[in-house]
């Protein structure tokens, strides 16, 4: 019904920047809020960013000054800008959406995952 397709992973290294986007298509209503979460092996996904419908933003302390998400809701789209990308950054990141496919109907969605590596 609906999917969230990420692109923009890749390799850099440490200090170096990469820009992630999401889209979201199929029977969407509207879009609550998106955000950015991320897995390495062994540990749990985590929660990297998130931006509510009105533009409220958290962000894991960990990225904080480094990374900016951003919505384009006439794209159905979500972006995060990553800078002073450091080795611990390392993870598959993972695209999520809260969206409504009716008034009254809001459901979770994820994309497939694009891994980000940074190098030393």
């Known amino acids: 019904q609906v999917q969230l397709v990420e692109s923009g992973g890749g390799l850099v290294q440490a200090g170096g920047s990469l820009r992630l986007s999401c889209a979201a298509s199929g029977s969407i209503f509207s879009i609550n809020a998106m955000a950015w979460y991320r897995q390495v092996p062994g540990k749990q996904r985590e929660l990297v960013a998130r931006?509510?419908?009105?533009?409220?933003?958290n962000y894991a302390d960990s990225v904080k000054g480094r990374f900016t998400i951003s919505r384009a809701n006439a794209k159905n789209t979500v972006d995060l800008q990553m800078n002073s990308l450091k080795p611990e950054d390392t993870a598959v990141y993972y695209c999520n959406g809260l969206v409504a496919v009716t008034p009254q109907r809001a459901n979770e969605y994820w994309g497939q995952g694009t891994q980000v590596t940074v190098s030393s």
């Open positions: 931006i509510s419908s009105g533009g409220n933003t």
